[in-house]
């Protein structure tokens, strides 16, 4: 047998140590992709009016009165990691723990929201409406943005582009699906465009 080389052994060597690493547990394993550029659509239900379609990369809504993508199954304690453009004038969110699934709201579910135009700031991106409040409210108009979103037993925790905006224990609501929202904006005006190019959820 042809004896390594003191080099050719190293680096065979790592090549062993990195193809162990990567059959360990952890990393990104127990995720689940929902949305993947513009593959995603027939993991939701979707109710209301809004155009959700597939378009440059993204799962995007920009016309109707309002409507959800809903998420199939129902959900206890997860994490969320979803990757985001919002217009400037856009109204949505992400619902957790939907009591109803045909019926989304911020009475019915935890609503992280994406309103950069919201009346009462205090509640609007960053923050859970009627929940926890985000004080300053960070802006999220005219940009990619990514959310992670933690919900373990009443503990919620909310990430936005690597600051957290919320850290609330809320007991309201225990389990259901989520939903991802196209909105209309302050006095009922149209919404502006949503794009989600990545939406995945890892239960805990």
């Not at 300053?136 to 037993?153: F, L, Q, S, V």
Request: glycine share 12%.
């Amino acid at each position: 047998m042809k004896r390594l080389s003191l080099p050719a052994a190293a680096l065979f060597a790592f090549a062993l140590a990195v193809a162990g690493c990567s059959m360990m547990p952890g990393g990104d394993s127990g995720w689940v992709k929902l949305i993947d550029g513009t593959k995603g659509l027939e993991n939701w239900n979707q109710i209301g009016d809004a155009n959700w379609r597939a378009e440059d990369g993204a799962i995007v809504a920009d016309k109707g009165k309002g409507g959800y993508l809903v998420s199939k199954s129902s959900y206890k304690d997860f994490q969320i990691r979803a990757e985001f453009w919002a217009d400037h004038t856009t109204n949505s969110g992400i619902f957790l723990r939907a009591a109803d699934p045909k019926k989304i709201g911020a009475d019915t579910a935890y609503e992280v929201n994406i309103f950069d135009q919201r009346p009462d700031p205090s509640y609007g991106t960053g923050g859970i409406v009627n929940v926890a409040k985000v004080d300053p409210m960070p802006k999220a108009g005219g940009k990619w943005n990514t959310y992670e979103i933690t919900a373990r037993g009443t503990n919620l925790v909310v990430v936005l582009n690597g600051q957290k905006t919320a850290d609330v224990n809320d007991s309201k609501l225990a389990q259901g699906p989520f939903a991802l929202q196209f909105g209309n904006g302050a006095k009922d005006a149209p919404g502006g465009a949503i794009k989600f190019r990545k939406v995945e959820i890892k239960p805990l």
